[in-house]
């Protein structure tokens, strides 16, 4: 068995599932430190409002085809899945029925990196997309907030080796975010599973 807990998140006009402890400590060290030193990690530019910034993480983007993913107007080209990353793939899809064909990849180096509200909702995705994130590393807060109901919020810590899973409308109800934090902190890599057809 691969995890022993899931939490399914009571958050309206969603459907959120958090698996605490997804794999086991000696697998997400192994996997941290394997990912850490062979994703092949790049620093894009974005642009907010007019002006270019450096994005607060690095990212890849790795996938099974060649389509491309874009968002905040970066376009990136995918590289084949690595050993690592099909078996962590193949992991995710036999607990949650679910065919994924991307990964985007991000490090978060310390806790001054982060990532601003948004919703995984571009055009590639499709309607009602599915995505399993999975966090090897350093444990962050990870906030959500509901599009039209300003009261509607809701945040959990994401722990090493854990899977979130948001599928269904989540993406179109819901904002997340991982904020920014003072505490000196490690290293984080995130895992972002998607379909992109």
């Not at 993480?57 to 690592?84: D, V, W």
């Amino acid at each position: 068995m691969l995890f022993t807990e899931v939490l399914p998140l009571n958050m309206k006009d969603a459907d959120v599932i958090y698996y605490p402890n997804f794999f086991t400590q000696e697998q997400s060290n192994a996997y941290f430190n394997t990912l850490l030193n062979t994703i092949e990690w790049q620093e894009d530019t974005i642009k907010v409002f007019g002006k270019t910034y450096l994005q607060p993480r690095l990212t890849a983007l790795y996938a099974n085809n060649k389509n491309p993913y874009s968002y905040s107007n970066i376009i990136m080209h995918p590289k084949a899945f690595t050993k690592e990353l099909n078996d962590i793939k193949n992991k995710i899809e036999k607990a949650v029925h679910i065919k994924f064909t991307t990964c985007l990849a991000n490090l978060y180096r310390n806790g001054n990196e982060s990532n601003g509200w948004h919703a995984d909702n571009e055009k590639e995705l499709g309607k009602n997309p599915a995505i399993a994130s999975v966090t090897f590393g350093a444990e962050r807060m990870f906030h959500f907030k509901h599009k039209y109901n300003p009261n509607l919020k809701s945040k959990l810590i994401l722990n090493h080796g854990s899977l979130l899973l948001m599928k269904g409308s989540t993406q179109e109800n819901w904002l997340h975010q991982l904020p920014k934090t003072k505490k000196l902190i490690g290293k984080r890599i995130n895992l972002t599973f998607r379909i992109i057809a």
